[in-house]
């Protein structure tokens, strides 16, 4: 049980590694929510963003609306809801009808109020780190149809990636254990 539980762990790893590599935003990405993990990486402390200009933060809206990220933050709300479920079902025991509920009635009204702040909040980054000028080239470029194709195909070359990354962990777990047995026994581990 104990090799399950780190495999996962590891596994987790090497998917948060391999989408951190390969994240971009796209349409597609809102339709279909990754599973919620069950650990969630904690990331480091993002250094504080610049004061972006007001012209930047117009076009970064633009493109957020290009890009279509209100149906992604919809999207990753529902990830977030279902995450909610599992957490209030450990929490209290209660059946998945019985937390939904719970969840729905109290906790969702507040995350979908909230859904505006979380848009902004993804706007910021790109205006803090593009000038206007930048955002516009952008826009630009995803409005072509190479750019079209990009965003078309970004989710295919993420969820290839992810399991790409997924198959590197666990093989290099495995291969590691493997090699490793004597000296992991020795120290207490049984895989």
Same mark, same amino acid.
């Given at each position: 049980m104990r090799s399950t539980s780190l495999l996962a762990a590891l596994s987790l790893a090497a998917l948060s590694l391999a989408a951190l590599s390969v /994240?971009?935003? +796209?349409?597609?990405?809102?339709? $279909?929510?990754?599973p919620a993990p069950a650990v969630t990486p904690t990331a480091p402390a993002a250094p504080p963003l610049p004061q972006p200009s007001e012209a930047s933060l117009k076009e970064a809206r633009a493109m957020a609306?290009?890009? *279509?990220?209100? =149906?992604? /933050?919809?999207?990753?709300?529902?990830?977030?809801? /279902?995450?909610?479920?599992?957490?209030?079902?450990?929490? +209290? !025991?209660?059946?998945v009808d019985e937390a939904g509920k719970i969840v729905d009635e109290i906790l969702?009204? #507040?995350? *979908?109020?909230? @859904?505006? #702040? @979380? +848009? $902004?909040?993804? =706007?910021?980054p790109w205006a803090a780190n593009f000038s206007a000028a930048d955002l516009? !080239?952008?826009? #630009?470029?995803? $409005?072509?149809?190479? !750019?079209?194709?990009? @965003?078309? /195909?970004?989710? $295919? =070359? *993420?969820?290839q990636s992810l399991q790409a990354g997924q198959l590197w962990g666990q093989k290099t777990f495995q291969d590691?254990?493997?090699k490793h047995a004597e000296e992991l026994h020795t120290?207490?581990?049984?895989?």
């Open positions: /994240t971009t935003l +796209s349409p597609a990405m809102a339709q $279909a929510p990754a609306e290009m890009l *279509n990220i209100p =149906v992604q /933050t919809r999207g990753l709300l529902q990830a977030m809801r /279902t995450q909610l479920i599992q957490a209030t079902i450990q929490a +209290s !025991g209660k059946s969702m009204p #507040d995350f *979908n109020a909230a @859904l505006p #702040d @979380l +848009s $902004a909040a993804l =706007v910021q516009k !080239g952008l826009h #630009d470029f995803y $409005a072509t149809p190479l !750019g079209q194709r990009l @965003l078309k /195909t970004i989710p $295919a =070359v *993420n969820q590691a254990v493997k120290r207490g581990l049984k895989f």
